[in-house]
Structures are given as C-alpha cells and as structure tokens.
C-alpha cells in the first residue's frame, strides 16, 4: 500500500492516510484531489480506469482503492 500513501501523500503530506476510515468525511481529499488522485494512479498502475471508478466510495480510505485497483488486476505489496 505504500504507492498509494505516497500518492496521497503528493496531495496532501500533512494528513495521516493510514489512520483514516473516510478521506472524505474525515476533510483529507476533496472532489478535485480525487481526480488528481485518479489520473496518479492510472499512470503509476498502467490502468485505464472508468468514468464509474471516480466514485467517493472507492476511494473512501486504503482498503477501498485497494479493492478498487484488484478489480482491475493490479496487486499491491504490502
């Protein structure tokens, strides 16, 4: 998970990702940072990623972008 860490964290260094249950409840990403966040992880993955991916519930914390990115084949170290 730490790609993706670090892409947040190129958004925002300041928040604490890992301990968050809801980016966007929790005021960590707002609709702009999950585009760029979309864009990040399209290039870092070599995925091309649906206009119906750009939900807030999968990319409400690390679990969610984690099954997001396995359902396009992508496997994470941990």
Do not use: C, W
């Amino acid at each position: 998970m730490d790609k993706i860490v670090e892409m947040l964290k190129q958004l925002h260094p300041e928040h604490d990702y890992e301990a968050s249950d809801d980016f966007i409840s929790d005021g960590l990403i707002d609709s702009i940072d999950l585009q760029e966040l979309f864009a990040m992880i399209e290039d870092e993955f070599d995925i091309e990623l649906a206009g119906t991916d750009l939900t807030p519930q999968n990319f409400r914390n690390l679990d969610s972008i984690r099954e997001l990115l396995a359902d396009h084949d992508v496997e994470l170290d941990d």
